[in-house]
């Protein structure tokens, strides 16, 4: 285990200021290149149930030998998933021994919600999609 501690801030109010939602400002080149590559982590079925199996996981982190068993993938393509995961700012990840425990990031889901945030007041789309 590490000897780092981190300490943890409240993400509440930071995350929304940093990240305007879209229909208030345009984003920037920079912000946009990650948003992007998040975004693109999370378009996979595989990365987006491994996300959620994380982030439902019993004390908030979970062990790569609990993410293999529910897929129908072999265990290196697992790794793979979640170094995508991993390099996209979604999940953090620690060894202990012989196996890697990984968490979700609730800055970086923070930071999706608060682009995807609607306005308040707006009207809802119908059930066609057409205003």
């Known amino acids: 285990m590490s000897n780092l501690e981190l300490k943890v801030l409240d993400?509440?109010?930071a995350a929304i200021a940093c990240?305007?939602?879209m229909v208030r400002e345009p984003l920037g080149e920079e912000a946009a290149?990650?948003?992007a590559r998040m975004f693109k982590a999370l378009s996979d079925p595989v990365r987006?149930?491994?996300l959620s199996l994380i982030a439902s996981h019993e004390g908030g982190e979970a062990c790569v030998c609990d993410l293999t068993g529910p897929f129908d993938v072999s265990q290196p393509t697992i790794s793979h998933h979640l170094?995508?995961?991993r390099e996209a700012g979604l999940v953090g990840s620690e060894r202990r021994g012989t196996w890697v425990?990984?968490?979700v990031l609730?800055?970086?889901l923070a930071r999706l919600s608060a682009l995807l945030?609607?306005?308040t007041g707006t009207a809802e789309i119908p059930a066609g999609g057409a205003r």
Do not use: E, F, I
């Open 106 to 108: 609730p800055a970086a």
């Open 19 to 21: 990240c305007s939602p």
């Open 101 to 103: 425990y990984y968490w």
């Open 33 to 35: 290149v990650d948003l």
């Open 117 to 119: 945030q609607a306005p």
């Open 83 to 85: 170094k995508v995961l």
């Open 11 to 13: 993400q509440g109010d």
């Open 48 to 50: 987006l149930r491994l």
